[in-house]
């Protein structure tokens, strides 16, 4: 069966750091654009990062450009975000998710889903 498993988040005050893992089973994540996307509260899906199919080039929306790092462990099978200097504005519901293609990788096109997964919380507060 197919599946991530997103963990890692947490409560930081502004300028901490974390670093939230995408576990995958059911499928090799280095043959896949991987992205990870958010969503605050009161608000719609929001695309962070993304990582191509089996080339580590790497996509970032305007807001965390500078700030995040997506990364691949092939021999873990998993996707992390690493993310520095974290302000309030960052607090949000983070998922990850294959994305359909490299073309929609590099936009950080937000999947057409029927459904999310619970994700993992990231709150930003002093």
Not at 22 to 40: E, H, K, L, M, P
Not at 68 to 74: E, K, L, P, V, Y
Not at 108 to 114: E, I, L, Q, R, S
Request: charged share 15%; with cysteine; proline share 6%.
């Amino acid at each position: 069966q197919w599946q991530f498993v997103e963990s890692g988040g947490g409560l930081v005050q502004p300028g901490g750091s974390l670093r939230p893992s995408c576990a995958a089973s059911g499928f090799t994540v280095d043959n896949y654009a991987i992205g990870w996307f958010r969503q605050a509260p009161g608000k719609g899906h929001e695309g962070v990062s993304c990582i191509s199919a089996r080339v580590d080039t790497a996509y970032y929306s305007d807001s965390v450009k500078g700030r995040f790092t997506i990364s691949r462990d092939a021999a873990k099978n998993t996707v992390y975000l690493q993310m520095n200097s974290l302000k309030p504005e960052d607090t949000a519901v983070y998922y990850c998710a294959d994305v359909p293609s490299d073309y929609y990788c590099s936009r950080n096109t937000v999947p057409a889903f029927g459904s999310w997964g619970p994700g993992t919380q990231v709150t930003v507060s002093s």
